[in-house]
């Protein structure tokens, strides 16, 4: 099976490479296609990719190939990296409407010559932000069971380190999800946490202990608040908002360590990309298994009494073909308050930025 | 009698793939991989010199949008420079 990643030069997709190489994703006989833009800087530098790239894994690498134009994108599964990415500079603040303007034409461009020239079967990921916008653009040309926004299975990878830190454990110790969409409007779901090796009682115990008396609904008040403190921490030093951060709950560094690290200027390419290579791995893995990610519902889920639509991060079942399913059980009711407030939201910030 | 022509399904259409392809090695696995990895076995493999440039026809059966899937996939191939797929 081939992958495509495209904007394959840009931080996120240089490290989404390295990583399907390293990891052994690709097998050597597969393929794996660096789509950059003719004319454009990313074009010169994919090339320069492929030939780095097969310096350091010539042993073991598969056939790399370099595109510059959509419609010479060929892969069964493809890696949406491209666009404009946040924040470019450092200390510069998150505009999702200025990136979504930003990004709806190269969204479109993409998944038009996708849906015209694809075999029909692609399975798409979307890293590129705004990922509800990226998803809902792709889901509407290609089908919505072939498009899944990588940034709910980020979130939640988030989620479980920040749970398992608290508890001295290593991540794979620790399951559960996030729900809604990537970034702050997140919604840790503790209902869904449990740790391996903990027997139910203990588990209970050990997440109240973590989690306190807050609600879900609380949680963006709490995020709004630790923000400010964060910023005033800024000032003083980025190790001084580091420790800041750790002394916050599971749930609040799992919202907010990712934008401090953005701000600090280092960005997140090396956890997207694990999260990245992860989905791609399942997908191609011919199994069905059960992660998180943003996708366009139609339904499947029942938020405030009413079928859920519109793109949003819940827990899903992804095979080969896609995601088949929601796995989402019956949320405790503060969850699925703050869950059917923020897919209201995002709805109409999606609808918003396509009109 | 046996395969899906047994069960009532229809035979597949017949394709037939001309490449024109770098004379070095590892040219003829490139392209048979490319196979390999979808499922799709040949009916007749031939490779050699023809008329001094290096060429590879392959016959198969497989789907219409499977065998665009392949011609498209070979493309893609470096070793590859040209590529004529036609219904058989």
């Known amino acids: ?355 | 009698m046996s395969g899906p022509e047994a069960a009532g399904v229809p035979a597949e259409p017949r394709w037939r793939v001309r490449l024109l392809a770098e004379h070095r090695a590892g040219s003829v696995a490139a392209v048979t991989g490319v196979f390999a990895n979808r499922g799709v076995s040949f009916d007749r493999l031939a490779a050699g010199v023809v008329d001094g440039e290096p060429r590879i026809d392959i016959e198969f059966a497989a789907s219409a949008r499977l065998a665009r899937v392949l011609g498209r996939t070979l493309e893609r191939l470096a070793v590859v420079r040209v590529v004529e797929l036609e219904q058989r």
């Open chain 1, 1 to 355: 099976m081939d992958v495509a990643v495209i904007g394959a030069t840009g931080d996120i997709g240089r490290a989404v490479c390295g990583m399907l190489i390293e990891r052994r994703v690709l097998p050597a006989t597969s393929r794996l296609q660096l789509v950059g833009r003719a004319g454009g800087a990313s074009g010169r530098a994919a090339h320069g990719l492929r030939a780095d790239l097969i310096d350091a894994h010539d042993e073991f690498a598969p056939l790399i190939d370099v595109a510059l134009t959509p419609g010479d994108v060929v892969a069964d599964v493809i890696v949406m990296a491209a666009g404009r990415t946040v924040p470019t500079r450092v200390g510069e603040r998150i505009d999702r409407d200025e990136l979504a303007m930003a990004n709806l034409a190269v969204f479109q461009e993409y998944a038009d010559a996708i849906a015209e020239r694809g075999s029909g079967h692609e399975i798409v990921v979307i890293v590129a932000n705004p990922v509800e916008l990226g998803v809902a653009v792709f889901a509407e040309r290609l089908g919505r069971h072939r498009v899944i926004g990588m940034g709910g299975w980020l979130d939640t990878m988030r989620f479980r380190r920040e749970v398992a830190r608290s508890l001295g454990l290593r991540r794979q110790r620790v399951t559960g999800f996030v729900a809604g969409p990537h970034g702050d409007g997140m919604v840790p779901l503790w209902s869904t946490v449990r740790i391996v090796g903990f027997d139910p009682d203990e588990s209970a115990r050990a997440i109240a202990g973590l989690r306190g008396a807050w609600s879900a609904e609380g949680l963006p008040a709490r995020v709004a608040e630790a923000k400010a403190e964060l910023e005033a921490a800024e000032q003083i030093g980025i190790d001084a908002a580091y420790r800041v951060v750790a002394g916050w709950p599971p749930d609040l560094r799992a919202v907010l360590k990712s934008y401090l690290t953005h701000q600090s200027g280092a960005k997140t390419a090396h956890g997207t990309a694990a999260a990245v290579t992860d989905l791609v791995d399942t997908v191609l893995d011919g199994r069905d298994i059960v992660v998180a990610g943003q996708v366009a519902l139609a339904g499947e889920v029942r938020l405030g009494g009413a079928p859920a639509t519109g793109v949003l991060g819940v827990p899903i079942v992804v095979g080969p073909e896609g995601w088949t399913r929601v796995l989402l059980d019956e949320l405790p009711p503060d969850e699925a308050a703050a869950l059917g407030r923020v897919a209201d939201r995002t709805s109409a910030l999606v609808a918003g930025w396509m009109s």
